[in-house]
């Protein structure tokens, strides 16, 4: 996401390609990306660079989005005929005959999550999709869904400061054998100590429109940073580091998907590997966290909006509901 969209503009392409191929060739091999980032400029990057190696990497991408042919996101669109038409559009775009991981981006309230399955399952009987996930999806929805098409992973914001998923979805997902994928992992670069609470963002950056990175929020929680920073001095590691280094910890099938527009960043994410937490380790930063009152919502307003309209899902006649509000 970061390379195409989201926290400042996109990078030249080539650097993004260069990115891609050096992550590729230190070891990792699953990309994440979606149409929406750009949008589709990240699938462009993603599938130009992996082109050569696609047999040996996993690619997800993600649905959910009405998205204008220039680029403009104009709300939730999960309707069957849609998504099988964004599919189509991302094989092109990642020059691929298969999405290995087929995400839906975001909950849509007006589809009911079993056509949203159901769809996917005919995808994967078809061989254009292998394995289906949800994103910021909760509880209730993610039964729902995996009874009409099991899921392979859930991916969700979770991190040192970002325990939402531990309210309900990381019990389900261990009970039905899902992987939770967690996204922003490192805080939206807070988690890595090098955000000042002085800075400021640009309207591009979608850290401008968060209250969790107002100033006043960044100078409040830096203890968080700060207990990262302890352990780190213990094992010689950077706060970053160490935050991947706890979701790894945590459960083997948590896996953290941390995103940068720099080689040297790269680096040091794939240096939290060698970061080894003990259990006294992991609850020292569970136990200091403890302590602290997080100042800030997680996202903007009206990303919490949208993440409450899946919460409706109205027009399933099978009840029950899908997220909850995100807890500040």
């Known amino acids: 996401m970061n390379m195409a969209w989201g926290f400042g503009p996109p990078i030249n392409r080539q650097d993004a390609i260069r990115l891609l191929r050096a992550a590729y060739d230190r070891g990792v091999t699953l990309f994440d990306t979606a149409e929406a980032y750009g ?92 394995h289906f996930g949800l994103s910021e999806a909760g509880d209730a929805t993610i039964r729902r869904a995996h009874a009409e098409q099991p899921l392979t992973a859930v991916q969700n914001e979770y991190s040192v400061w970002t325990r939402d998923p531990e309210v309900e979805v990381l019990q389900t997902c261990e009970a039905l054998g899902i992987g939770l994928v967690a996204w922003g992992p490192l805080g939206k670069g807070y988690l890595t100590g090098k955000v000042p609470a002085t800075a400021t963002f640009p309207a591009s950056d979608l850290r401008s429109t968060m209250p969790r990175f107002t100033q006043q929020a960044m100078a409040a929680n830096r203890s968080v940073v700060e207990i990262l920073e302890g352990v780190g001095r213990r094992k010689q590691a950077k706060p970053g580091q160490v935050a ?17 527009t720099k080689i040297e960043h790269l680096e040091e994410n794939l240096g939290a590997l ?35 309209a899946g919460s409706k899902l109205g027009t399933s006649s099978k009840g029950g509901h899908g997220l909850s509000r995100p807890r500040k």
């Open 244 to 260: 991947l280094a706890w979701l790894l910890a945590r459960k083997p099938w948590i896996v953290p998907i941390p995103g940068t």
């Open 39 to 130: 949008p589709f400029l990240s699938e462009e990057f993603v599938g130009e660079a992996l082109a050569s190696v696609r047999d040996r990497v996993v690619i997800a991408s993600k649905f959910g989005f009405d998205i204008s042919p220039s680029g403009d996101l104009r709300g939730l669109n999960s309707r069957p005929e849609h998504i099988r038409e964004v599919v189509d559009a991302s094989l092109r775009r990642l020059r691929t005959d298969r999405i290995d991981l087929l995400y839906q981006h975001r909950v849509d309230p007006n589809v009911p999550i079993e056509d949203v399955a159901g769809t996917v399952k005919q995808l994967i009987k078809a061989g254009k999709v292998h």
């Open 274 to 308: 060698q970061v080894d937490l003990s259990a006294a380790d992991v609850r020292e930063i569970d136990t200091g966290f403890a302590g602290l009152t997080i100042q800030g919502a997680r996202s903007s307003e009206a990303v919490l909006t949208l993440i409450d």
